[in-house]
């Protein structure tokens, strides 16, 4: 079975650029998460969907995030525009169920480097 | 607010040698606590988790964890490292309920040497 992935891998881009993340949850998991992690800091949550619908979305940093699962299977996060201190690594997870029982599947990741 | 602290960024121990790596939570209630590693290209993996009952957990690739309320404290252990265990390890407490919405600790990077 497939697990989480994610693509990118990596992502170098300018200033005021754009760029779109992608992560294509386990099959049949309804729930996804995007976490970000900042300079080597801790992993921070973003949202959560649960199918299509943002189920929370309070961990957001600003308007130039835009997070979307449309059909309620993989999703995106676009940056626009990026800013210097987006340079992070961007954790997509996914899950059956949700509290004690929705142990999460992580991906590998999406680095992105803004210069 | 909640958080969760791990006091070591780096750690290097000798492959063989025993392991233990902190992590200190501040939480109200009886936490949801987790460890995870992450390996080199490859995502985060769920090492043991913690949700009520016996306060020492095992989890997985033999490490083992203790929940001490009276320290705030869910400090991972394993008694002899593998040179396949050099990661970065990453303790976790879920306060909306198991799994929803983890804070993360900083991470500490773990380095063997043979």
């Known amino acids: 079975e497939a697990g989480v992935t994610q693509f990118p891998s990596h992502s170098v881009i300018e200033k005021g650029q754009t760029v779109t993340l992608r992560c294509d949850p386990i099959?049949?998991?309804?729930?996804l998460y995007w976490y970000r992690r900042v300079m080597g800091k801790e992993i921070k949550f973003l949202l959560h969907?649960?199918?299509?619908?943002?189920?929370?979305e309070s961990g957001m940093p600003n308007n130039r995030f835009l997070a979307e699962r449309t059909g309620g299977t993989y999703s995106t996060l676009k940056v626009q525009p990026a800013e210097l201190e987006d340079s992070g690594v961007y954790f997509c997870a996914s899950s059956l169920q949700t509290g004690v029982a929705g142990e999460l599947f992580f991906g590998e990741g999406s680095r992105l480097t803004v210069l | 607010a909640q958080s969760v602290t791990q006091p070591d960024i780096h750690i290097t121990v000798s492959e063989g040698a025993s392991l233990e790596l902190r992590c200190n939570y501040s939480?109200?209630?009886?936490?949801?606590l987790f460890w995870y590693v992450q390996s080199p290209g490859q995502g985060l993996q769920l090492l043991l988790k913690?949700?009520?009952?016996?306060?020492l957990v095992q989890g997985i690739k033999g490490f083992e964890a203790e929940f001490k309320r009276s320290q705030s404290s869910f400090n991972l252990r394993k008694p002899s490292v593998h040179w396949s265990d050099a990661a970065e390890y990453f303790c976790?407490?879920?306060?909306?309920?198991?799994?929803?919405?983890?804070?993360f600790g900083a991470g500490t990077r773990l380095a063997v040497h043979p």
């Open positions: 913690y949700f009520s009952g016996d306060t």
């Open positions: 976790a407490v879920g306060p909306s309920g198991g799994y929803n919405k983890l804070i």
């Open positions: 099959s049949g998991h309804d729930n």
């Open positions: 939480y109200g209630a009886t936490p949801y």
């Open positions: 969907f649960v199918k299509e619908s943002k189920q929370d």
